[in-house]
């Protein structure tokens, strides 16, 4: 029990809960579009329904992805896919893509549809949740997995327009997201078994794993999100004021 009362394993709970308030926005649009159609009266059955199946199947996936992370170079490109995700937060492409999730005014259709939707949308959310996972230590990293997509379940389903709201009236969370991305993306790359292991992949730098190399890869890796989706921001926004004028 001592193990889960340690810090590292509250602050990867917190930076779960953090990516999926932050990557969850799109799961709470489909969960809304599959189940406009239902009857009032079951309604409310086919959000919590559809919602159950895919935590679980998320659950089932971060679980891979925790064992893939253990092969050499998986996490070096899982750090490059989290940064790409990381500008993207900070860069959206406003193409949302909703257009083809399909209502449907039976119960387990509905249900079905946010099952398939939330596989093909989750490829986001199980890298960061697997990345931040990896900081709590092997012992405990599926109970704390487990522990953060419950507790960010009802903020999805219920708060979700209060969060989208929070995010328009303050945009520091959104950069603050993306930069915990950054985060976890140079701490992953600096704890790749290619990186670590001094006798295997010889042609590989080695680094040294202490609390110092991983601080600066995250910092890094922060800085990085920042500069880069701020610079693409940018870019789309002169881009759109030229088509506009």
């Given at each position: 029990?001592?193990?889960?009362?340690?810090?590292e394993?509250?602050?990867?709970?917190?930076?779960?809960?953090?990516?999926?308030?932050?990557?969850?926005?799109?799961?709470?649009?489909?969960?809304a579009?599959a189940?406009r159609?239902?009857?009032?009266?079951?309604?409310?059955?086919?959000?919590?329904?559809?919602t159950?199946g895919a935590?679980?199947l998320?659950?089932?996936?971060?679980?891979?992805?925790?064992t893939?992370?253990a092969?050499?170079?998986?996490?070096?490109?899982g750090?490059?896919?989290?940064?790409?995700?990381?500008i993207?937060?900070?860069?959206?492409?406003?193409?949302e893509?909703?257009g083809?999730?399909?209502?449907?005014?039976?119960?387990?259709?509905?249900v079905?549809?946010?099952?398939?939707?939330?596989?093909?949308m989750?490829?986001?959310?199980v890298?960061a949740i697997?990345g931040?996972?990896?900081?709590?230590?092997q012992?405990?990293?599926?109970?704390?997995v487990i522990?953060?997509?419950?507790?960010s379940?009802?903020?999805?389903v219920?708060?979700?327009?209060?969060?989208?709201?929070?995010?328009?009236?303050?945009?520091?969370?959104?950069?603050?997201?993306?930069?915990l991305?950054?985060?976890?993306?140079?701490?992953?790359?600096?704890s790749?078994?290619a990186?670590?292991?001094?006798?295997?992949?010889?042609?590989?730098?080695?680094?040294?794993?202490?609390?110092?190399?991983?601080?600066?890869?995250?910092?890094?890796?922060?800085?990085?999100v920042?500069?880069i989706?701020k610079?693409v921001?940018?870019?789309?926004?002169?881009?759109?004021?030229?088509?506009?004028?």
């Open positions: 029990m001592e193990q889960f009362m340690t810090p394993f509250w602050v990867a709970v917190g930076q779960i809960i953090m990516i999926d308030i932050l990557l969850g926005g799109d799961n709470a649009v489909v969960i579009l189940c159609k239902l009857p009032p009266d079951m309604r409310t059955k086919g959000i919590l329904w559809g159950a935590i679980v998320r659950v089932v996936l971060i679980f891979f992805a925790l893939l992370l092969i050499p170079f998986l996490k070096l490109v750090a490059a896919l989290l940064l790409w995700i990381g993207k937060l900070l860069a959206p492409d406003h193409d893509g909703h083809n999730i399909a209502a449907s005014d039976k119960l387990w259709a509905a079905k549809t946010v099952i398939v939707a939330d596989l093909v989750s490829i986001d959310n890298i697997a931040a996972a990896q900081g709590a230590g012992a405990h990293q599926m109970p704390l522990f953060g997509l419950v507790v379940i009802p903020i999805i219920w708060g979700s327009q209060l969060v989208i709201k929070l995010m328009d009236r303050f945009p520091i969370i959104i950069t603050i997201g993306g930069m991305l950054g985060w976890i993306a140079g701490t992953m790359a600096v790749d078994p990186v670590v292991n001094p006798l295997a992949w010889e042609w590989v730098p080695k680094l040294p794993q202490t609390d110092t190399v991983r601080y600066i890869a995250g910092i890094i890796g922060a800085v990085l920042l500069i989706g610079v921001a940018m870019r789309r926004q002169k881009a759109q004021r030229a088509v506009a004028a």
